[in-house]
C-alpha cells in the first residue's frame, strides 16, 4: 500500500473550502471513478483499491489517499495531479 498526504493552505470562508473541496472531489469521482460523500468537513472517497479522506480545517485543506497494490504503482501521478488541482481550486496563499 502506498499513502499520498497532500496539505494545501487557503484562505476561504467555512463555504467556500466546501465548496472548493466539492470540485476536487468531482474531479476525482470522475477520474479515478470514486464514490465521495461528506461526513461533517471529512469528505470520504473510496472505490477497489483507493480509499481516502480531505479534511477542510480553517486555513488548510488535508487529503489522505490510500491506494492498494496495484493502484501504488500510479501514486505519483495521482499525486501530481491531485496536488495540482488542490492548488488550483484553493488557490495558493
Not at 461526513?39 to 488535508?62: C, I, Y
Request: charged fraction near 25%.
Amino acid at each position: 500500500m502506498a499513502d499520498i498526504n497532500i496539505n494545501q493552505a487557503h484562505s476561504l470562508s467555512p463555504a467556500k473550502a466546501r465548496e472548493a473541496a466539492q470540485k476536487v472531489a468531482d474531479k476525482m469521482a470522475r477520474d479515478y471513478q470514486l464514490d465521495c460523500q461528506w461526513d461533517e468537513n471529512v469528505l470520504r472517497f473510496e472505490r477497489s483499491g483507493v480509499h481516502g479522506a480531505l479534511t477542510l480545517g480553517e486555513q488548510r485543506a488535508d487529503m489522505v489517499i490510500r491506494l492498494g497494490f496495484l493502484m501504488s504503482a500510479f501514486s505519483a501521478t495521482i499525486e501530481a495531479k491531485v496536488a495540482e488541482n488542490m492548488r488550483k481550486v484553493f488557490g495558493a496563499t
